[in-house]
């Protein structure tokens, strides 16, 4: 039985079906549940987070800021501990967009959580947070706290950078076009659904239009259309269709010398970003592999490139821009986590960025009350040079072995060395802000389940006036049917959430319902 959806439905079931499954058992009331259990429960994780971070030897920041649902503009704050522990949210109101706000912020839960324990701070990359960087880099020179820009959203960006060409954009449209002339007319839809099951496709996959801020997902959408190439080229040569796909986009669609050609090179070079995107996104610490990340993209384009479609000044762009965001990503506290890697130790690094990793060691070194910095440059110099401890092929084994992370490596293998403490603290850090993001769609979560709830308590007093004169609900009900629970109110009226009633009326232009007056 289907029940998500309908609370009522819930409330009558639910307690039968426990009562069923165990007569004996008593569930708690309403109130209960949503008064003193949720605060017990609120009470006892709120004791886990304090205890998490009290425990923590050193801590990362993430925040990110962005405009909710209301679109009220709010920052989430996510600690690292290793693990990511969401900390708090603040409403930034009218100070969205003023960096010295942030700054205060950010600040303050240093200030909460201990300004000594505090070795980074991952951002997105927004100018506010730049602005903030700044501040308390000044604030903060004693301190080796790193403020870096998340790496998943610095590669979104990239990826933004390389639609923006000419030759991209065009692409881009076209493909866009085609997608939403299938998803527009039902009549295509059902032919495109239809051709799918005929041709019995392992793996169905439905055309995917780019989302606006998403820069990377233009990646999915040449994926579904290039999955779909043979069924959109059966449409496109169907008399019956030709009139409802359009000539520019028949052409298109049969154009594999140009169009076809087109997306399968541009997803060469965009694949890996994408890949990339999401292996960053997780909440592994990953900071020693961002500088790798962007070793491996560089030479993908200089590769595909010259392969595609774009004009010399447009590869020229695309190879500068990727100078530019490694530039803005990568900071000493990157460079010194890739020497930490036991199985990179920094060797495509550059002799500065070398130095600029070393020297990142050696700060924080000072900066932890627990080593002591003259042994740990000691231990660098072996450990960078496979002398001492480090020439021993146990340990070089373990170094390049795919199971052993690098964090692991140092707090498993080489535990009497005070470079250890320095490493662990290091690789730990958040690669990116991407905890936040999450934080994000458990607000719309939240939002969306409250509201749906709601609107599901008054399915029954809704009721949508359609052109062909049948009278539904928002849940596909029609208005005689007997609905769920004991109301048998067929008002015409509408309760929405927090404003008037309204009536709901269509427009004859368009068939169905299309809005309010």
Same mark, same amino acid.
């Given at each position: ?66 405009? #909710? ?115 527009? =007319? ?28 998403? +820069?990377?997902? @233009? ?8 999955? !779909?190439?043979?069924?959109? =080229? ?41 890949? +990339? ?13 961002? *500088? ?35 530039? *803005? ?49 000691? !231990? ?9 401890? +480090?020439? *021993? ?45 999450? @934080?994000?769609?458990?607000? *719309? ?5 409250? #509201? ?8 029954? =007093? ?56």
């Amino acid at each position: 039985m289907e029940i998500t959806g309908h609370g009522h439905i819930c409330d009558r079931f639910i307690p039968e079906f426990f009562k069923r499954i165990r007569p004996s058992l008593q569930l708690p009331s309403r109130h209960n549940l949503s008064s003193t259990l949720l605060q017990n429960v609120h009470n006892n994780v709120q004791l886990q987070v304090q205890n998490s971070l009290a425990n923590a030897y050193v801590v990362g920041i993430q925040c990110d800021g962005w405009s #909710n649902i209301r679109n009220d503009s709010i920052i989430n704050f996510i600690v690292t501990t290793p693990q990511p522990v969401f900390y708090k949210t603040v409403s930034t109101e009218e100070h969205r967009h003023a960096g010295q706000f942030v700054a205060e912020q950010i600040e303050a839960v240093f200030t909460d959580i201990g300004i000594n324990k505090v070795i980074a701070c991952c951002t997105d990359n927004a100018a506010n947070m730049k602005k903030a960087w700044d501040l308390l880099r000044e604030k903060y020179t004693d301190k080796p706290i790193s403020f870096y820009g998340c790496a998943a959203h610095t590669l979104n960006l990239l990826v933004n950078d390389i639609t923006k060409l000419n030759t991209t954009d065009i692409l881009i449209n076209s493909a866009k076009a085609i997608i939403k002339v299938i998803k527009s =007319k039902s009549v295509l839809t059902s032919a495109f659904f239809n051709l799918q099951r005929e041709k019995q496709e392992p793996r169905k996959c439905v055309l995917k239009l780019p989302v606006a801020t998403r +820069w990377a997902s @233009i990646v999915l959408s040449f994926e579904s259309l290039l999955k !779909n190439k043979n069924i959109l =080229k059966a449409l496109a040569i169907n008399d019956e269709y030709q009139d409802l796909i359009e000539k520019r986009n028949e052409t298109n669609i049969l154009d594999d010398n140009i169009f076809w050609k087109r997306i399968e090179s541009f997803l060469k070079i965009l694949q890996p970003l994408k890949k +990339w995107i999401t292996v960053l996104e997780s909440d592994e610490c990953r900071i020693n592999e961002v *500088m790798e990340v962007l070793i491996e993209i560089e030479k993908v384009f200089k590769k595909e490139l010259p392969l595609s479609d774009l004009s010399s000044s447009e590869q020229d762009k695309i190879l500068e821009a990727l100078q530019a965001r490694r530039k *803005m990503c990568l900071k000493p506290i990157h460079f010194s986590a890739n020497i930490l890697d036991p199985k990179l130790k920094g060797k495509h690094l550059s002799a500065g960025e070398i130095v600029q990793g070393l020297q990142y060691i050696h700060s924080l070194a000072r900066h932890l009350s627990n080593v002591d910095e003259n042994k740990v440059l000691e !231990n660098l110099a072996d450990f960078r040079s496979n002398s001492g401890f +480090w020439k *021993m092929q146990f340990v070089q084994d373990s170094a390049v072995n795919p199971n052993i992370s690098p964090v692991i490596f140092w707090k498993g293998i080489c535990t009497e060395f005070p470079l250890r403490f320095v490493a662990e603290v290091v690789l730990t850090m958040p690669a990116t802000s991407a905890a936040t993001e999450r @934080i994000k769609r458990a607000g *719309m979560l939240t939002y969306v389940n409250h #509201n749906l709830k709601l609107f599901s308590a008054t399915a029954d =007093k809704i009721k949508i006036v359609t052109n062909n004169d049948k009278s539904l609900n928002f849940f596909g009900y029609k208005a005689n049917d007997e609905l769920p629970g004991d109301s048998t109110d067929t008002s015409e009226s509408i309760v929405t959430l927090g404003l008037e009633e309204k009536t709901m009326a269509t427009n004859q232009s368009e068939p169905g319902f299309s809005g309010w007056y």
